[in-house]
């Protein structure tokens, strides 16, 4: 009993810090539609703003919570930056782009907060008051966690205040139910959006403030607390605010829980929860169905297979990349195998989300369940070359199967979330499953024998397979088969009166887009001669979704284009210092002058070029 | 014999009985109107006869290749479509990525069953096919145009294109002259129509302009609050008292 209760309060407590993330990305979210990935980027500059205020403070109780209402104003005011000078020139944007955008916003902020803050951990030290206990219930509780679980609930209810008892809520309500219509009433936008953006990230900070306390501000905390952030707010409902308040309770209680008594699978525990909540009801606990934004009813680019002269240019660039080992050196090949591997891996991730329709953020689980089965069948089998390249595709097209039988019945972010949950758990799994998988420490010696251990052999190996494969998967999306998917894509009620089956054609894509990253990720495993947990992690799922929207996604080229532009890029700033910033404020300004992405850019160059042309 | 037979189909939502009991058929090559104030129960009807809603009560017969009544009622549009039905939405749902010829190849795929291949070009399947199609709709000028920027008449024109692409024995239209100029709206009726008579096709169609209704129409069903409040031909509706009062008003 004892047991239960304390367990209890505990979940409680990280429950409220939970609630206070998500509170701000969801508020966000209902309004500006904007899927901030800079979220937890936010949430740890509170944490590290917090630290440089309370650490110069006395150690008062007072003078505690006046830092942390500082923090929580200085994120706002940084919010309202980021808002004015970024997201707002986004809005008329694909809503992915969005997401890119913010995501050179975390690099950014990571290296920033590096250069400002060093990479050591920064905890302030504890005052008595912080450290002391209160009895409940015959229970020694620590103070500051009874304070915590206080401020969940406290928060709700003035934001509910806000949000019901003033002109602003109202606006703010209006606005997330439909905001087109709140604009043709005369509402100035800018300003709503810029308070709200505010408010997000001012509860952000917060929620950084306050957990600094009980741990330390440093720079991993970004994409671990948006990761989370993000789940209480899909299983809450995407803008229901109430919605995330259950969503924390269920899954801070849970984690507390499942620490203890499932010590084996907490990292799996939360997503699995999130999974089961989507399929049970697809638009989270207290969400409904997202109504289109009208404005954003962007004009489908038409999709035309590729002229005489771009025809020319990619043969060129082929004859190219196949002579390239008689030119470069050992690091360039390098460089260029990892790019072959890369236009797989992104043009298998473009079939799904642009003629699919399908955005994935958990792409890479694909990749890296390849990646493993190539290990398996080289380690455990004993298997060559030959037997990894046909098993792994395999294994990653049959369990994107499996998966993708829930995936396909869900729309937008919410599929894009299930995505990744199910790459954390497949993550979870290489990481925690250390007698099979080696855990963190992967699987070493894989490199293949005979032929294939010249580099450059293996750089053409590569070159075939990749390239080839992505150009088989173009080839599919101008076959009929592509024509099917994309016309469920482009009109759902049409398709369906023409008697096309939506959800057998969008598991089909999915097995075939998983089939296709499971390649690239078993061919990366043999040029590397290693896997590892990392290339199922949320980043390399990243590297896909850059890959493609850098390219441009409306684009058959696209993915090809951005993968190596993306590799090179990667490759080049790796070397230098502060390589995050830079790539950074590379990919926002590309975002900001191509929101077609590059080879959407250079086809409306093409075009406008041609029209001018007698 | 008839190509559709509804008998006492019925729909509610919550405590609002949207179709209260409709029964009615339509013969090859005839036109039918189905005309009623807005909530009388027109787009529920028609949601149900193509299977995006599943009725509560009654059935839907519709006739098959050698003239036998198949029970269709709660199939799902797919399969429906499959049978022979094609149909047009009241908000335009085509392909706004692909050509205009594209819109119909991609419809005369599914109709063939070629959706599931993976290697030649989806564009060189039955292309003479579709430009028949399509200059039969009057659109084979525009075939290589991007259907996202057609102007609204020439979308509902490419809407009946790949509604025929099936070779359907019914057409269900939903309010298809909607948002359209007042010529374009007769020239696309009088040539439903006459694709109506040539081929046999029964066309069952809602529309608001009174115009349109009592010139190309053969039959009217009048619906009031879920009912059926009349059906005959265009002279005896217009003549019909209750009608006026209820929905078309005095001055026709």
């Known amino acids: ?614 | 014999m008839s190509t559709l037979e509804v008998r006492d189909l019925r729909k509610s939502f919550g405590a609002i009985d949207a179709v209260a009991g409709l029964s009615f058929t339509l013969a090859p090559g005839e036109m039918l109107a189905v005309i009623g104030p807005n909530g009388a129960g027109k787009s529920t009807c028609f949601n149900m006869l193509n299977g995006q809603l599943r009725p509560d009560a009654g059935k839907i017969l519709l006739a098959g290749p050698n003239g036998t009544m198949q029970d269709i009622t709660g199939l799902p549009p797919r399969e429906i479509w499959r049978l022979g039905v094609g149909r047009t939405f009241q908000i335009t749902a085509t392909f706004a990525s692909m050509t205009v010829r594209e819109n119909v190849q991609t419809a005369l795929l599914s109709h063939h069953r070629r959706t599931w291949r993976f290697w030649r070009p989806a564009n060189r399947h039955a292309g003479p096919e579709a430009d028949r199609l399509l200059a039969r709709v009057g659109m084979q000028s525009q075939a290589d145009r991007p259907a996202g920027i057609l102007a609204y008449g020439d979308l509902k024109r490419l809407e009946l294109a790949i509604a025929l692409a099936n070779a359907p024995r019914l057409l269900l239209m939903d309010e298809p002259t909607a948002g359209m100029a007042p010529a374009e709206r007769t020239a696309l009726m009088t040539l439903t129509r006459d694709i109506a008579r040539t081929e046999g096709v029964a066309v069952l169609f809602t529309e608001h302009d009174m115009d349109v209704v009592f010139g190309v129409a053969d039959r009217i069903l009048v619906l009031n609050r879920g009912h059926l409040i009349a059906e005959g031909p265009p002279a005896e509706i217009r003549e019909n008292p209750e009608i006026r009062a209820v929905y078309l008003g005095a001055h026709i």
């Not at chain 1, 508020?27 to 509170?46: E, Q």
């Not at chain 1, 942390?68 to 706002?76: C, G, K, P």
């Not at chain 1, 993000?230 to 849970?254: D, N, Q, Y």
């Not at chain 1, 250390?434 to 750089?459: F, S």
């Open chain 1, 1 to 614: 009993m004892d047991f239960f209760l304390l367990q209890l309060l505990t979940g409680l407590a990280s429950a409220s810090s939970l609630f206070l993330v998500a509170a701000g990305l969801t508020v966000i979210f209902g309004v500006t539609r904007v899927v901030n990935f800079a979220h937890g980027s936010l949430f740890m500059l509170g944490a590290y703003i917090a630290w440089s205020i309370l650490s110069r403070l006395p150690r008062t109780p007072e003078h505690f919570a006046l830092g942390v209402l500082a923090t929580a104003l200085a994120t706002a005011a940084i919010g309202a930056l980021l808002e004015i000078a970024l997201l707002r020139r986004l809005y008329r944007a694909p809503e992915l782009l969005q997401l890119l955008a913010t995501f050179g916003v975390v690099l950014v902020v990571q290296d920033a907060a590096l250069w400002f803050w060093g990479p050591v951990d920064l905890a302030i030290s504890r005052p008595p008051w912080l450290r002391g206990a209160i009895e409940i219930a015959g229970l020694r509780f620590p103070f500051y966690d009874a304070v915590l679980i206080a401020v969940g609930p406290a928060v709700l209810g003035l934001l509910l205040l806000l949000f019901h008892r003033t002109r602003w809520g109202l606006l703010v309500r209006a606005a997330t139910q439909d905001r087109d219509m709140v604009a043709a009433l005369g509402v100035n936008q800018r300003v709503l959006y810029t308070s709200v953006f505010a408010l997000g990230a001012g509860l952000a900070g917060l929620g950084g403030a306050l957990a600094l306390p009980q741990g330390s501000a440093n720079l991993q905390m970004d994409l671990a607390v948006v990761t989370d952030a993000f789940v209480v707010v899909v299983v809450g409902g995407m803008g229901s605010l109430g919605g995330a308040f259950l969503a924390a309770l269920l899954i801070g209680v849970l984690q507390a829980f499942g620490i203890v008594l499932l010590p084996k699978i907490t990292l799996v525990l939360v997503f699995l929860v999130m999974a089961a909540v989507l399929v049970l009801r697809p638009h989270g606990l207290l969400g409904r169905p997202q109504t289109a934004a009208r404005s954003e009813a962007e004009a489908l680019a038409p999709i035309r297979p590729a002229g005489a002269a771009l025809q020319a240019a990619g043969l060129a660039s082929l004859a190219l990349a196949m002579a390239a080992p008689f030119v470069v050196g050992p690091y360039l090949l390098t460089v260029l195998t990892e790019a072959a591997i890369a236009v797989l891996f992104a043009a298998s991730l473009h079939l799904m989300m642009g003629p699919g329709g399908m955005a994935s953020f958990g792409h890479a689980a694909w990749f890296g369940i390849g990646a493993y089965a190539a290990a398996f069948a080289t380690k455990a089998l004993g298997g060559g070359l030959a037997t990894g390249l046909l098993l792994a595709p395999l294994a990653a097209g049959t369990m994107a199967l499996v998966i993708g039988w829930f995936v396909v019945r869900m729309s937008g972010v919410y599929l894009a979330m299930l995505t990744l949950a199910f790459a954390q758990i497949a993550w979870a799994v290489s990481f925690q499953w250390v007698e099979v998988t080696g855990g963190d420490n992967g699987i070493l010696g894989l490199w293949p024998q005979g032929w294939a251990m010249d580099p450059r052999a293996m750089y053409w190996l590569a070159l075939a397979l990749c390239v080839g494969g992505a150009l088989l998967l173009r080839r599919i999306l101008f076959a009929p088969f592509g024509f099917a998917l994309r016309a469920t894509r482009d009109s759902p009620l049409r398709a369906a009166a023409i008697g096309l089956d939506a959800p057998r054609l969008r598991l089909a894509a999915f097995a075939i887009a998983g089939a296709a990253a499971g390649l690239s990720g078993a061919v990366f495993a043999y040029a590397k001669g290693s896997v590892f947990p990392t290339y199922m992690a949320i980043p390399h799922s990243v590297d896909a979704l850059v890959a493609v929207l850098l390219g441009g996604v409306q684009t058959m080229a696209g993915p090809i284009v951005g993968a190596v532009a993306f590799t090179v890029l990667q490759s080049w700033l790796l070397t230098s210092e502060f390589w995050r910033f830079k790539l950074g404020l590379l990919i926002v300004l590309l975002v900001l002058a191509f929101p077609g992405g590059i080879a959407g850019a250079a086809a409306a160059a093409w075009n406008r070029f041609r029209r001018y042309q007698p």
